[in-house]
Each structure stands twice: as structure tokens, then as C-alpha cells.
């Protein structure tokens, strides 16, 4: 069964700071990559998603993410990070139109 | 268009009470999913329904049963609340991309 690994459990950074989260996926086929953002409170929003084509990907609120085939990799990315950015964030992969599997989620905390 | 949505917001039960947790789309979307989401575990889906008429257990089903009463609406029913389902309950839809409900936060005393 498809599995996602998300490193970082709790991720701490000022503001402006740069971010990356770490997302891996077990299966070797042709998959569907989505990252998703839970704000305090509040359901989940779409980031940004992967289909096919060009492997990195730009999504909302200045996010990218970055897929590589050969490392199982689909990780999210920010050159500056602001206040508002703190959440909890999850990486999602499916296989055509299978039900999505979630990763544990990282919560990232911007401090002042 | 409201997306998808749930009721109740919050909900308390007693150890051994039922209930049904409602959501609706007006995507005119297939596939609806039911998932929980517990602190530190993720989202782990309960059950989903490819399309009317269909439905297929998740990772988690033990305790819960779901109805495609029809193209908009799939519900989900405890029918003999534990405290092991207090959690945050979502409903999603999707038509490539998955779009979520508010949720519910349930408690079970």
C-alpha cells in the first residue's frame, strides 16, 4: 500500500527565514503529488499539486514544490516565510483516482 | 456554491450513543470520502464512495457506516459511540482535486 513520509514534525522558524519540508512517497508508478495547508481551526486548502509535466511546481501564497522522480521526493518550499504561514502542512499522493493518502503532517511555527 | 459541507460543527456523545455525521457537495463531484483526524496521525480515511450507489472501506472503518444516500450527499453514522472516535471528522469530494467540509469535532464522554 502507498505510505508518505513527512521528516519534520514540528518545524520552528523566524520570519523571512527560508522553508523546506521533506515529503516521500513509497510507490514507483505514475502517482499524483498534493501538498495541503491546515491554518489554526480551520479544514484543509489545496497548496499546490502535481499531475504531470513540469516537476516544479508554484503554488498559493508564494509555495513551490519540487518533484523528483528518483528520490520518491515531492518537497515544499518558501524563500521567506511569514507569520501568517504558521500551520500545519501534509503531503497527500494518489494513483490516478484511488483515494488520497496523507502524510502525518508537519506543523511549521513562525515566530517574530 | 458552498463547496462542501458538514453538520453539525460539534457534537458530544455518551460512551454507546449514535449519531450521523451529514455532509453534502454541489460540485456534482463522484467520489466523496470520509476521513478523521487525530493529532499526530494525519488524516486517515474511514470509508469512501467512488460513486452513487458504491461505497468501499478505508484504512479505518471498525465502529462507523457510511450511506450515498446520492450524487451530493454521503453521510457517516456511529452506531455505538466509543471514546477511541473522539476526533475531528472531514468530508471531502473531488473531481481531480480533493476539496474538504469545515469538519466536525466530536467528543465522546
Known amino acids: 500500500a502507498q505510505s508518505v513520509s513527512q521528516h519534520n514534525h514540528h518545524v520552528i522558524l523566524s520570519e523571512a527565514a527560508s522553508l523546506e519540508l521533506g515529503c516521500n512517497y513509497s510507490y514507483g508508478g505514475t502517482v499524483n503529488l498534493f501538498w495541503y495547508v491546515q491554518y489554526p481551526g480551520q479544514h484543509l486548502q489545496l497548496l499546490l499539486k502535481?499531475?504531470?509535466?513540469?516537476?516544479l511546481v508554484k503554488g498559493i501564497k508564494g509555495f513551490e514544490a519540487e518533484f523528483i522522480k528518483s528520490k520518491f521526493s515531492f518537497n515544499l518550499r518558501k524563500p521567506s516565510v511569514q507569520w501568517s504561514d504558521t500551520a500545519e502542512y501534509f503531503c497527500?499522493?494518489?494513483?490516478?483516482?484511488?483515494?488520497?493518502?496523507f502524510g502525518k503532517g508537519t506543523r511549521l511555527s513562525v515566530i517574530a | 456554491n458552498a463547496g462542501v459541507t458538514q453538520t453539525p460543527k460539534f457534537q458530544v456523545l455518551k460512551t454507546g450513543q449514535s449519531m450521523t455525521l451529514q455532509c453534502a457537495q454541489d460540485?456534482?463531484?463522484?467520489?466523496m470520502y470520509w476521513y478523521r483526524q487525530d493529532p499526530g496521525m494525519g488524516l486517515r480515511l474511514i470509508y469512501y464512495s467512488a460513486s452513487e450507489g458504491t461505497t468501499d472501506k478505508g484504512e479505518v472503518p471498525n465502529g462507523y457506516n457510511v450511506s450515498r444516500l446520492n450524487k451530493r450527499e454521503f453521510s457517516l453514522r456511529l452506531e455505538s459511540a466509543a471514546p477511541s472516535q473522539t476526533s475531528v471528522y472531514f468530508c471531502?469530494?473531488?473531481?481531480?482535486?480533493?476539496?474538504f467540509g469545515p469538519g466536525t469535532r466530536l467528543t465522546v464522554l
Open positions: 497527500a499522493v494518489n494513483e490516478g483516482g484511488t483515494p488520497l493518502v
Open positions: 471531502a469530494s473531488t473531481g481531480g482535486e480533493q476539496f
Open positions: 460540485m456534482n463531484h463522484n467520489s
Open positions: 502535481y499531475f504531470s509535466g513540469d516537476p
